[in-house]
């Protein structure tokens, strides 16, 4: 176990990698190319984590000063995932949710419930701190562990429903997104994309950074558009005109720069992945099994990256509007897009629908983290990471649907709040399900025919 919690402790940028380079030699691939693969994967997450601090250093900021230049009144702290995780591996469940994940993800291949493999063991985090905050909710271990096992096999089912969105839309055959906020989140927008086509006229409006910069020409290009959305934030900072032009540059940077760094992941990730599917179709034909990955390899998309920099400055306004809300948003700014990405090829990068089921999701998320700065208090001080006195809370994990309802539901503590919550989300699993089975989830549109097609998808 003290070997598995130094690896854990190094970050997804070693720990991916290995696991990479450990696949690689099961798979056949020979030292040379397992380790190229390992170390290429290793190069893209080092990528990302500079951009997101990037993102973190500066756009944060500027978000921070905004919330206090306007008086919203917000005083706990949105930590974000990368101080929301290590409480999650720091707590008495952290190790052990890795084997308990893995044994519900051979379980329900044995049994043919999924047809994700998953090899993402870093973000096996969210599921440790749904078992960590019930733990701590409960007072029980037990319930805890089976608070992970529940969420694992939420995340590897979300990961076979989605499964058309991220091989057509993202590209990323024979790849599956079961984690994080990505998926989880990624439910609401179903029901949204199917209301808003129901709608004359407003199914017709179709905004993408494409037409954008069809319509605008270089004005309307990504990088120009990034550094638009930077001096605007800047300003709304209140920072000088300089200091605004510099947030422009460094938001234009982010567009180029992210998905130049997501594409090195995948440049590691093909052969892998290919090895494995051969390997796969060779031993479990006509199976179709698919490996779970990361999230962040759908931020290479350009409208993922456009719909987080309009983001972080809406989801600051819908913190105000929350009712009741203490949560400044702040720690997950940086990462906003991992949160409407699986939203964005949902809607097939249509941003005027992004911008309305994002704004659910992101009003969701931070009601529940509202409601959970208590127990992820109480979490962060039972692990030595949160001083007496503080208070704090996480868009990324604390905001997750699953994460409240369990520990909520366990402690009996329903109110009306939760109900709420509970109808919505089991409401819109159900109906993203059916849509799943019925291989109507993700549906292409012919543009030039005004055709619908629809691909399908394998059920288990």
């Known amino acids: 176990m003290g070997v598995i919690q130094y690896i854990v402790d190094l970050g997804a940028s070693v720990m991916l990698p290995i696991i990479i380079m450990i696949l690689g030699l099961l798979l056949r691939q020979g030292i040379g190319k397992s380790l190229r693969a390992g170390i290429t994967i290793g190069i893209g997450f080092v990528g990302i984590g500079l951009v997101i601090s990037l993102l973190t250093e500066n756009l944060g900021a500027a978000a921070t000063a905004m919330a206090e230049n306007f008086n919203l009144g917000l005083n706990v702290v949105d930590l974000g995932w990368p101080g929301t995780a290590p409480m999650a591996w720091a707590s008495d469940l952290g190790l052990i949710a890795i084997p308990v994940a893995i044994a519900v993800n051979i379980v329900m291949l044995l049994l043919k419930m999924t047809k994700v493999v998953n090899v993402d063991i870093w973000n096996i985090w969210h599921m440790a701190f749904t078992g960590a905050i019930i733990q701590v909710a409960t007072n029980n271990f037990y319930l805890g562990i089976l608070g992970v096992a529940v969420h694992a096999a939420i995340a590897y089912k979300l990961g076979d429903m989605f499964g058309k969105?991220?091989?057509?839309?993202?590209?990323?055959?024979?790849?599956?997104?079961?984690?994080?906020s990505?998926?989880?989140?990624?439910?609401?927008?179903?029901?949204?994309?199917?209301?808003?086509?129901?709608?004359?006229?407003?199914?017709k409006i179709n905004i993408t950074s494409e037409k954008i910069e069809e319509k605008l020409g270089v004005l309307g290009q990504p990088t120009i558009l990034g550094a638009v959305l930077g001096f605007i934030i800047g300003l709304l900072a209140q920072y000088t005109v300089g200091a605004s032009l510099q947030l422009a540059i460094q938001m234009a940077a982010v567009m180029v720069l992210m998905p130049m760094v997501v594409k090195l992941i995948m440049e590691g990730l093909i052969p892998i992945s290919e090895a494995a599917r051969n390997l796969l179709d060779k031993h479990f034909k006509g199976s179709d099994l698919k490996i779970g990955?990361?999230?962040?390899?759908l931020l290479g998309d350009s409208q993922v990256i456009a719909a987080s920099l309009i983001f972080v400055p809406l989801t600051v306004l819908i913190a105000v509007i929350v009712p009741g809300n203490q949560v400044l948003p702040f720690g997950d700014l940086a990462t906003i897009g991992f949160f409407v990405a699986m939203a964005v090829g949902i809607h097939k990068g249509n941003l005027f629908r992004t911008l309305i089921s994002g704004s659910v999701i992101m009003f969701i998320t931070i009601w529940i983290s509202n409601q959970m700065i208590n127990l992820q208090t109480l979490l962060g001080q039972n692990v030595g990471l949160v001083n007496a006195g503080e208070r704090v809370s996480s868009l990324d994990q604390a905001g997750s649907p699953i994460t409240y309802l369990l520990a909520n539901g366990l402690t009996m503590e329903m109110g009306v709040g939760f109900f709420v919550i509970l109808l919505l989300y089991i409401g819109c699993f159900a109906y993203t399900y059916i849509k799943y089975k019925r291989n109507t989830l993700y549906v292409e549109i012919d543009e030039t025919e005004g055709a619908e097609t629809s691909e399908s998808i394998s059920n288990n």
């Open 293 to 297: 990955l990361d999230p962040a390899l």
């Open 165 to 180: 969105v991220t091989d057509q839309y993202f590209g990323l055959e024979g790849i599956s997104i079961p984690h994080g």
């Open 182 to 203: 990505s998926a989880y989140m990624g439910i609401f927008a179903v029901p949204i994309d199917d209301l808003i086509e129901k709608i004359p006229g407003i199914n």
